[in-house]
């Protein structure tokens, strides 16, 4: 099928998935993801198919990580969909109703977007997840994932097609192009014909080509050079524990913490600690001049670490003589996605809300909350570090827009 069938076939049931009633849309979720379970073998078989290339072309152990599918990593994608099936369907939602004094009644109502294009690399549970957002409110979707998860994407895509299919709904609510070729992904960011909104998956090259040479509107998703800052009041236990869990419970995502800032008031004293719980995971720290000084066996940093995603066993450390100098750092170099203080200072935690600018900031808790689930959105589409319409993870309502509806009885405008 060519993209433009694609694109065409997508808009023609878009129509018809905006009108779903909720029961029926919640079916739908919940056959998928029963699918998904009873096909686990076949879904792990085709995701080793792309680890076994993966290895072989040396990717990186946190690309790998993100490719990799388990029976756990399944059965949290089938879960996923049945959260988002118990979430309230926003559609048709009545967000305000006036009247005029000429009598009409003006109000607004919660649509659909129409066809969502998604791209995305080596990630195979974004397919499930963003085919159960699109669904639940009332899009189609079209998804163009890396080459690196070809075959684990075709499985999940077939294996999601079969529920719909089982629950009398239609399959072309969700569609996977194919072709891998790099030419096919710049001519899905030109098919604004069909396609309103476009959401790009990735690493921060991917996001800026899907940026600068798309005519459809993005909705940009971030990189994640996450900051923890350890201020002069911390706990030290809190810290160290924040930090390991940030750095290492995943290393190959987004919200993983990428840089630390410490006070300088503190920094003899919790680096060397630092060190040693870092060293039970191989984390290899980097460190300005003074944070080496004070721990010879970090590795002294340039500047380009500062403003650096690893998705690796590495984190940035750099010292900060008070909040403010935190704060200015932090906001120079992150990527405006999830930040985290660890004070016990009540006025340094609202200084650090009030002035970090991201998506989401931390008081005295890991980055890696910044997650669709842990939000109570059931999944996300992504986690938007822009300013406009969305900001953060991206559930259903952020997969909306309104329409005006007008009420008469026979008004003409004089």
């Not at 990717?59 to 099936?85: C, F, N, W, Y």
């Not at 659909?112 to 998604?118: A, F, M, N, T």
């Not at 995305?120 to 690196?148: H, M, Q, W």
Request: a negative charge; proline letters at 3%.
């Amino acid at each position: 099928m060519t993209l433009q069938e694609i694109g065409k076939q997508a808009q023609e049931v878009s129509g018809k998935l905006g009108i779903l009633g909720a029961e029926e849309k919640n079916r739908g979720l919940l056959a998928a993801a029963a699918c998904l379970l009873e096909e686990q073998e076949e879904l792990l078989s085709a995701n080793e198919k792309d680890m076994e290339r993966g290895r072989a072309i040396g990717m990186s152990h946190g690309l790998l990580d993100r490719l990799k599918l388990t029976p756990a990593r399944i059965e949290a994608m089938a879960d996923g969909l049945r959260q988002v099936a118990a979430l309230e369907d926003p559609i048709g939602e009545i967000l305000s109703m006036k009247q005029r004094p000429n009598g009409l009644l003006i109000g607004q109502k919660r649509v659909p977007l129409g066809v969502i294009g998604i791209i995305y690399e080596a990630r195979p549970n974004v397919t499930a997840d963003a085919f159960g957002l699109c669904f639940k409110s009332g899009n189609a979707v079209i998804l163009k994932g890396g080459s690196d998860a070809i075959a684990s994407n075709q499985a999940i895509v077939a294996s999601l097609k079969r529920g719909l299919l089982k629950a009398d709904l239609p399959k072309e609510a969700l569609q996977l192009i194919e072709d891998t070729d790099r030419s096919v992904t710049k001519a899905l960011m030109k098919l604004n014909q069909y396609v309103d909104v476009l959401i790009p998956r990735g690493g921060a090259a991917l996001i800026r080509t899907v940026v600068e040479n798309s005519t459809i509107p993005v909705i940009e998703t971030g990189t994640g050079n996450c900051h923890i800052f350890v201020d002069e009041t911390a706990d030290f236990d809190m810290a160290l524990d924040i930090i390991m869990n940030a750095k290492t419970q995943r290393i190959g995502v987004c919200n993983a913490c990428e840089s630390l800032v410490v006070h300088k008031k503190i920094a003899r004293s919790f680096l060397p600690m630092l060190k040693k719980r870092l060293d039970e995971k191989q984390v290899e720290i980097r460190g300005d001049e003074m944070a080496c000084e004070i721990v010879p066996e970090f590795t002294l940093a340039s500047e380009e670490d500062w403003g650096k995603e690893y998705l690796d066993y590495v984190i940035s450390c750099k010292l900060a003589d008070s909040i403010e100098q935190a704060i200015a750092h932090i906001n120079h170099y992150n990527t405006k996605h999830s930040e985290a203080i660890i004070t016990k200072d009540y006025a340094n935690a609202q200084k650090f809300l009030n002035e970090i600018d991201a998506a989401a900031v931390y008081v005295n808790a890991s980055t890696r909350f910044t997650d669709g689930c842990e939000f109570g959105f059931g999944a996300e589409i992504g986690i938007s570090n822009q300013k406009l319409h969305a900001r953060g993870p991206m559930g259903l309502k952020e997969l909306t827009s309104t329409k005006y509806i007008i009420y008469g009885n026979g008004q003409v405008r004089p």
